[in-house]
């Protein structure tokens, strides 16, 4: 596709659900990223693929948070026993090779909330 | 803690005024980028700075890397309606890794 797509657009959870959110990123960038991006808040790094490679998971806040990309291509970040300090937007970004003049593109995220 | 901290957080001008958002660290950054975010959208890159003192410039937009690369700064000269969002600085620390995000600047320009 033209751009990162994120789906569902909108997520409502009930607190104890399992939720999967899934990211298409632009066809063939290798590097995918997924950043949590709360109220108010600047967006905040969760991982890191390079293909089907999880190179960096260090920004996942606990166990419940799991991601995967098993192709290289689609990811889906899925996090369970959903808390209400998890509501937030989460952003998925991809790039072809990495350009810094270029940056990520971002998906328009998904808006979990969690009641 | 914020690696990245933005000022001001929000900043509310009447059409043609000028403006600018800082964004500061005790870190250094091998880049420096600036995105800017609407509502229900993701960030899109403006602009990035890389070396030291570097100073781009994009249409009004001016962007400012500090000397010791760990501040930056965002001008805005006659500032427009469309120019409203919210603006994010994002540190690099190494190339091609992940980008630490200020809180970001809420800009509204009024007519």
């Known amino acids: 596709g033209a751009g990162v797509s994120q789906s569902p657009r909108y997520k409502v959870a009930k607190r104890g659900q399992d939720v999967a959110l899934r990211c298409d990123p632009i066809?063939?960038?290798?590097?995918l990223f997924w950043y949590q991006q709360a109220l108010g808040q600047g967006p905040e790094f969760l991982t890191y693929?390079?293909?089907?490679?999880?190179?960096?998971k260090s920004g996942l806040p606990s166990d419940r948070f799991f991601a995967e990309r098993p192709e290289g291509s689609v990811s889906t970040l899925k996090i369970q026993r959903t808390q209400q300090e998890d509501s937030a937007v989460y952003l998925c970004a991809s790039s072809l090779v990495y350009d810094r003049n270029y940056g990520y593109t971002f998906g328009s995220g998904t808006r979990l909330t969690v009641v | 803690t914020q690696l990245l901290e933005q000022s001001p957080q929000f900043l509310s001008i009447q059409e043609g005024e000028n403006l600018t958002v800082y964004c500061n660290s005790s870190?250094?950054?091998?880049?420096l980028q600036w995105y800017r975010q609407e509502p229900g959208e993701g960030p899109v890159l403006l602009v990035t700075v890389v070396t030291g003192g570097e100073v781009k410039k994009l249409k009004r937009l001016t962007f400012q890397f500090g000397d010791a690369r760990k501040d930056s700064s965002l001008h805005i000269t006659a500032a427009q309606p469309g120019d409203t969002g919210l603006y994010l600085c994002a540190g690099e620390k190494e190339y091609g890794n992940k980008l630490v995000f200020g809180a970001g600047t809420i800009l509204r320009v009024k007519s």
């Open positions: 066809s063939g960038h290798v590097s």
């Open positions: 693929f390079q293909n089907e490679a999880q190179l960096d």
């Open positions: 870190s250094v950054f091998s880049s």
